[in-house]
């Protein structure tokens, strides 16, 4: 019989009220010569952990960090951050992940604010930092790594990393100093022990996709008990989810997102499941990615999988054939509409995903969705989402199954006047776990606005999501929630997606024109399906006037995105919405105009 949600927060708080990093090494302490990380060849164990960490948390201790301080970082997903994480929660400190291409004066904010002169950067950033790091040489130390560090001898995978992977550079001065020499400062401090700490305490601080506002992404501040908690119900015997030792997990989400920092690493790092570190980010590498580390479980976001998936049937399949361990295919972060769903299941069995897993000649892996969002952590789950869709699809429903919330999480849907909607009536997204976040980093006006109260009183963390709960409390996210939009744009985008044999994806995005708003719902057709434009754009159009009334057709315009433009891939490996916004309304179809009635109009391109 599984834990109820009472017993399992007891045992945390009686059991595991300590810090992260000794979570982990409690857990294992039996197995320290158990393979937990593998870069690119170079497989690290869990006392291989515990040492580079303890010989950095002796650096950190030697050169004054106390409990309480606050370390920023500037690190891909390379063995070193694991040791920094882990060093940081040893001594009690905070680390705040951040990445070079954030805007250059909010960066040297960030770092001015945090309460220690550290600063971790990895070689390959320096150019783009050097201003940064010049106006910082009076109060700070640069410490630089490169990914080169940790990799094997003998690197079979040299190629690989050279082809994809941007040079590190080098700059001296008198505040920078190299990963090595800072270590070699701490091993003769004797005196180091793991920090008392409290499950509430902060440690770390992540960031958002940056979609409100480019280059400056909100800082999201997380407690321990975010980590422990979330580990814990992961646990097969609480979650009765498949044990994640018997798999390996890769991802090439942002190492400063909280997604990945918890998902891929955290989760992994507590249960036992093996993680690949691979620094490369661009999503057209993202294949090769889950073909040369032989991953199980693999999550990215949609904007990622579907431009690999493109690229596989447009060239790629050559170079990688199959993808025979690639079993549990995480789509996450964005909207995940049936037309992609219906493409990425078609590719995972033309690439035969997982049968090497499976013992079957023919792929069985169907895409798995998870998520919520980095101020709540991921809470929701569905695995091969498409078996629990046709029991739906047969009595009638439209809307692909909802993701299961974990039993700690509390989720509500509500309208506009704080009243609780009704089974699958839309409305804001809400939730409340011990996994939300403390707060907004430096940022007491966002975190004020991040809280909201309900009709009865209740206060809620906002998803910032329109979305919905079915009668089993299974949750679907729809599109950003907003109060000022005269149309919510997923709503038309659902609309226009109902057609999933001719259209794979949708985004609409408002864009302000002859100084009114309209619409402009950008479209790819789906794969291989025949597309004459006028009739599928006509067709959505009648779906969009029917739900709407006539009025849409003067304020809808549509933007065909050919399969090798594809969508436009913001630095967080999503959908770039603002560059949407910004392109000039071109190559467009309009409604104008018919002859057949005076009411109804036809779809021109102009």
């Known amino acids: 019989m599984r834990m109820t949600r009472e017993e399992v927060r007891k045992e945390i708080d009686t059991k595991r009220n300590h810090s992260w990093a000794e979570e982990i090494f409690r857990r294992h302490a039996n197995e320290v010569d158990r393979v937990i990380i593998d870069y690119f060849g170079k497989e690290l164990t869990y006392k291989d952990l515990f040492n580079e960490s303890m010989k950095m948390a002796k650096a950190l201790k030697q050169n004054g960090v106390k409990k309480g301080d606050e370390i920023v970082v500037c690190l ?25 291409k954030f ?61 994809w992977y941007k040079k590190g550079t080098k700059l001296s001065g ?54 422990i908690t979330m580990g814990r119900y992961h646990d097969p015997e609480v979650s009765g989810l498949p044990s994640l030792k018997n798999y390996c997990t890769y991802s090439n989400i942002p190492a400063y997102s909280n997604s990945w920092l918890l998902s891929a690493l955290s989760d992994n790092l507590i249960l036992g499941g093996k993680i690949i ?9 993202f294949l090769m990615g889950v073909k040369l580390h032989k991953s199980h479980v693999n999550i990215a976001t949609t904007t990622t999988w579907i431009t690999a998936a493109l690229n596989y049937y447009q060239g790629d399949k050559e170079i990688i054939e199959y993808l025979p361990y690639a079993l549990f295919n995480f789509v996450a972060g964005e909207q995940f509409s049936a037309g992609e769903e219906k493409f990425l299941n078609n590719f995972f069995k033309d690439s035969k995903c ?74 804001r997204l809400v939730a409340n776990s011990d996994c939300n976040m403390i707060g907004y980093n430096h940022n007491e006006e966002a975190t004020e606005k991040f809280y909201i109260k309900d009709a009865y009183g209740k206060v809620w963390g906002d998803m910032k999501a329109w979305g919905f709960k079915d009668e089993k409390g299974d949750v679907s996210m729809k599109g950003r929630y907003s109060d000022n939009e005269l149309i919510p744009t997923y709503l038309i985008a659902d609309e226009i997606l109902k057609d999933t044999k001719k259209i794979m994806s949708c985004e609409v995005v408002p864009v302000e024109y002859n100084g009114t708003t309209v619409y402009v719902a950008h479209v790819m057709p789906q794969y291989r399906a025949s597309f004459n434009a006028e009739k599928v754009l006509n067709s959505a159009m009648q779906r969009c006037i029917k739900k709407f009334g006539y009025g849409i057709q003067n304020i809808l315009y549509f933007r065909i995105r050919s399969l090798e433009e594809k969508f436009p891939i913001s630095e967080s490996s999503k959908r770039d919405i603002k560059a949407l916004e910004e392109e000039n309304l071109e190559n467009i179809y309009v409604a104008e105009n018919s002859n057949v009635n005076s009411e109804q109009k036809v779809m021109i391109k102009r």
């Open 103 to 163: 805007e250059k004066n909010y960066v040297k904010d960030i770092i001015s604010k945090a309460n220690s002169k550290f600063v971790f950067i990895q070689d390959n950033k320096l150019e783009k930092m050097k201003d940064v790091i010049s106006d910082l040489r009076d109060s700070n130390t640069f410490i630089t790594v490169s990914h080169e560090r940790s990799l094997p001898e003998d690197n079979k995978f040299e190629g690989v990393i050279d082809a």
């Open 174 to 227: 008198d505040n920078i100093t190299d990963y090595d020499s800072f270590v070699e400062t701490g091993k003769d401090y004797t005196d180091i022990t793991f920090e008392k700490v409290d499950l509430e305490d902060p440690f770390t601080v992540t960031y958002s996709s940056g979609t409100t506002k480019k280059g400056f992404p909100k800082g999201i501040v997380h407690k321990i008990r975010h980590y």
């Open 277 to 285: 570190l691979d620094p490369i980010d661009n999503p057209e590498y």
């Open 76 to 100: 891909d997903r390379i063995p070193e951050l694991v040791y920094l994480l882990l060093a940081c929660s040893i001594v009690g400190a905070k680390i705040n992940v951040i990445s070079e």
């Open 354 to 427: 997982g049968v090497k897993v499976t013992h079957t000649p023919i792929s069985v892996a169907k895409a798995c969705t998870a998520g919520a969002d980095c101020e709540h952590g991921s809470v929701f789950i569905k695995l091969f989402r498409a078996i629990f869709n046709k029991a739906l699809y047969r009595i009638g429903r439209s809307e692909p199954a909802g993701m299961k919330p974990y039993d700690f999480v509390d989720v509500q849907v509500l309208r506009r006047d704080g009243t609780y909607c009704s089974p699958l009536e839309h409305g």
